[in-house]
């Protein structure tokens, strides 16, 4: 049996992958897999770059048309990059967008790799048709409709010579899906036209679709072109055609998401940030991530150690954010401690994703106060606490309610800080243009501090913006406080201080605006 490699020549191996048609959810299983165990990954430019997200691999953008990064690369060129990195024994994935094989030249890619003696594997992706048509709420063989569905190249132009007889198209029993026709759309409407097919034929413009960019615009087939010329569409684009438009109103659904379209700016910090952008999307928005703030280990742990050694000692654990969990909890376990140590404690927290975050290790609290704020935790625990020891594992900032408070109280309280909640000094330059240009909707904030130091991060012209093109979302009364003092112009209101509570303030005030 011959050798499944040949250690003596150790010749990489190439990845044709299919990254889907924009939301980088629709990347296939096997994709993934590929682009985590790549040494080069080259794209092309249909690819969303979130999708990259699942390599550690340096990655290059390959554009054969003239595109934003100005050089243009040959397909012969793409070819041999292919084969040569290949031969040097790396490992790569030639991501393409939607499927590699529908009209993609991936397979003139496999033929090259072929030829070379690269070995290769292709895996399909989903194709911007099917996932267009999903997207808008249309089926392409809807059974009261359609009996076939064709994916043509709008490419040709039918009024010079072209390969695509218009009179079969016309006569075809099915759907028409047009790939790359948006700027042949009239002569394509007008050859159908012609060809027999009726003006009144129901049809469908669909642009960057699966996107929070995603615009749809229909009508009939002697009107379309019109309608997505006045709609103003860029690429990619693509044409759908026949009965089965008609049934889109009834399930559309992805338009229909409350924040669809939305931009969105996620001030939490660098790495934090996943869980409320992953959201965002679910919820239709386009998220852009703008740490505003970084969360580090404190300058020496000295103190924490010293709290660690007598942990049986207290009587109350207070947490008031994720952070100081994972401070204290990480800190106790990382000196050869465990849980254990804290049996003898109760433990109080403010807000659910504080509580959450105990529950990862697998810890209850036993007293969150329905209200996510200091003043409500230290009423709650103030006829608790008299002449108990209390522990409050805390940021290097924060407000002093709580000390104040517990103190008065009674309480035997010691502070340890257990992370650095720090200004970050500048904010990323692609982000800040993009408000200065008035493309986000929406900055949630979720702290003081945060309000704080975007008051000073923002440029006069992105400033400009505020309350105009982009408005601001408060997490609660006392942030909202930081942030008016500052000149910030809060718009809305979390009534719940949440990241799932400001994105329900942003989606009310959209209801409103529009109703
Ligand atoms: N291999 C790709 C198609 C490449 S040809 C696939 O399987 O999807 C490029 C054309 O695909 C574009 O001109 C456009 O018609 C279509 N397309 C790709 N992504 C799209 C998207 N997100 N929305 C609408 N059309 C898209």
Redesign the pocket.
């Known amino acids: 049996m011959p050798a499944l490699q040949n250690p003596t020549s150790p010749v990489g191996r190439v990845y044709l992958v299919?990254a889907?048609?924009?939301?980088p959810g629709l990347l296939t299983l096997r994709g993934a897999e590929c682009l985590a165990r790549a040494d080069l990954v080259l794209y092309?430019g249909?690819v969303n770059p979130l999708i990259l997200r699942h390599s550690q691999a340096s990655a290059e953008r390959t554009c054969r048309a003239e595109g934003p990064t100005g050089r243009t690369i040959r397909q012969e060129e793409i070819n041999q990059r292919l084969i040569e990195a290949a031969q040097s024994g790396k490992t790569v994935v030639r991501l393409?967008?939607?499927?590699?094989?529908?009209?993609?030249r991936?397979s003139e890619e496999a033929a090259a790799l072929a030829a070379a003696g690269i070995p290769f594997e292709v895996v399909p992706?989903?194709?911007?048709?099917t996932?267009?048509a999903v997207y808008t709420g249309i089926s392409l063989t809807h059974r009261e409709h359609a009996s076939a569905v064709a994916f043509i190249?709008?490419?040709e132009d039918p009024t010079k010579s072209t390969s695509l007889d218009y009179k079969a198209l016309a006569a075809f029993p099915g759907t028409l899906v047009?790939?790359?026709?948006?700027h042949r759309l009239p002569s394509i409407a007008e050859s159908l036209i012609q060809a027999g097919k009726p003006a009144g034929t129901p049809a469908c413009v669909?642009?960057?679709?699966?996107?929070p960019s995603?615009r749809t615009v229909t009508g009939s087939l002697g009107e379309i072109s019109t309608l997505a010329t006045a709609a103003g569409f860029h690429?990619?684009?693509?044409?759908i055609i026949g009965d089965c438009v008609q049934r889109r109103e009834q399930v559309r659904w992805f338009e229909d998401r409350p924040l669809f379209g939305q931009v969105i700016g996620i001030t939490r910090p660098e790495g934090q940030a996943d869980e409320a952008a992953f959201r965002a999307v679910e919820l239709g928005a386009a998220p852009l991530l703008l740490p505003t703030i970084e969360i580090v280990c404190p300058e020496k742990w000295d103190e924490v150690d010293a709290a660690i050694a007598r942990l049986h000692e207290f009587d109350w654990i207070v947490f008031t954010s994720v952070n100081g969990v994972q401070g204290l909890l990480n800190r106790l376990w990382n000196t050869g401690h465990d849980l254990r140590r804290l049996a003898h404690a109760q433990i109080a927290v403010i807000g659910s994703s504080t509580a959450a975050a105990l529950a990862k290790y697998s810890l209850r609290a036993d007293l969150v106060p329905a209200e996510f704020r200091a003043e409500s935790l230290a009423a709650a625990l103030a006829p608790l606490v008299k002449g108990k020891q209390v522990l409050w594992a805390r940021a290097s900032r924060g407000r002093d309610v709580l000390p104040n408070e517990l103190t008065a109280a009674g309480a035997v309280l010691t502070q340890v800080i257990v992370y650095q909640n720090r200004d970050v000094l500048e904010l990323p330059t692609a982000a800040l243009q993009q408000i200065e240009r008035g493309e986000l909707n929406w900055i949630g904030i979720s702290s003081p501090s945060i309000a704080r130091n975007l008051a000073q991060r923002l440029t006069s012209e992105a400033k400009a913006q505020l309350g105009i093109k982009t408005k601001l979302a408060s997490i609660s009364p006392v942030t909202t406080a930081a942030a008016r003092e500052v000149g910030l112009p809060i718009a809305v209101e979390a009534t719940v201080a949440t990241w799932e509570g400001l994105f329900q303030a942003m989606s009310d005030a959209r209801e409103n605006s529009s109703a």
């Open positions: 299919g889907g048609p924009g939301d092309d249909l393409k967008g939607g499927d590699p094989f529908i009209f993609g991936g992706g989903i194709t911007a048709a996932a267009a190249t709008g490419h047009f790939y790359m026709g948006l669909v642009s960057h679709a699966t996107r995603q690429a990619p684009s693509l044409v």
